[in-house]
């Protein structure tokens, strides 16, 4: 038999030289013809004390696992157990792995050449003119707007059972819940009128809940409110923060 000449330090470690040597010998992973693999591979790696690499000892620890699978083959075998492991299974799972492994990595390799040389515009950023408002407005003007929804609200409200919520209890209604839902019609349509935040249906309770809601956002920079003159009513828009 042909020595078998590699330099080792052109394989990326044991696993490597053992693939080129099964396709060398055009065998299956599955089927690996130990007793010949296992002397090619201690060829291969002879004198690898005195070579200087760094992962000289993963090529000897391959080569203790390859001479343990050829003993475990040449034992025969104990008729009562027909249905042993065979000793390479574990080793073919591991070449297996490390194959699509390294196909993967050569078809990366191409893309990563076909764009090397490709050069890409950057993105131009487009500032769109903001239209100012400078006229500033005081809480009691978004009061009276809301004053004037409410009794709208109450002129055409039908009575329900909540008109009897003084007998039974008052109705419990959150500002954060409020504040939720205006976030919601705002990721909707970033510009909302101040008067479609009141639905028809909605208590009294609610409705103040909403303009309490409105007032704090306002504080806290979260909404901003301008005075639209064509429709007669605030119109609500994300703030800064």
């Known amino acids: 038999m042909e020595k078998i000449l590699y330099k080792l330090d052109t394989f990326e470690g ?27 591979y201690l060829e291969a790696i002879d004198g690898i004390e005195e070579m200087n690499l760094d992962n000289a000892s993963e090529f000897l620890v391959m080569a203790s696992q390859l001479l343990y699978i050829k003993s475990k083959m040449l034992l025969p075998k104990p008729e009562t157990d027909e249905d042993e492991e065979d000793p390479r299974e574990e080793l073919a799972r591991r070449l297996a792995e490390y194959q699509q492994f390294k196909e993967a990595s050569k078809e990366l390799r191409k893309s990563e050449f076909a764009t090397k040389y490709m050069v890409f515009r950057e993105a131009e950023r487009i500032d769109f003119p903001v239209a100012e ?60 009128r101040f008067e479609t935040l009141f639905r028809p249906e909605d208590s009294k309770p609610e409705m103040i809940a909403t303009f309490l809601a409105v007032l704090e956002m306002i504080r806290l920079n979260k909404l901003c409110a301008d005075y639209d003159e064509d429709k007669k009513d605030f119109i609500l828009t994300t703030g800064k923060n």
């Open 133 to 192: 408002y400078d006229v500033s407005h005081s809480t009691d003007e978004l009061l009276e707007a809301f004053n004037s929804i409410l009794r709208r609200q109450i002129r055409r409200a039908k009575p329900e059972k909540r008109a009897f919520s003084q007998i039974v209890g008052r109705e419990k209604v959150s500002v954060d819940d409020m504040v939720e839902k205006i976030c919601k019609v705002l990721k909707r349509g970033k510009r909302v």
């Open 14 to 40: 044991p696993l490597d030289l053992l693939l080129t040597l099964i396709q060398k010998n055009k065998v299956s992973i599955y089927d690996i013809p130990i007793a010949l693999i296992t002397e090619q």
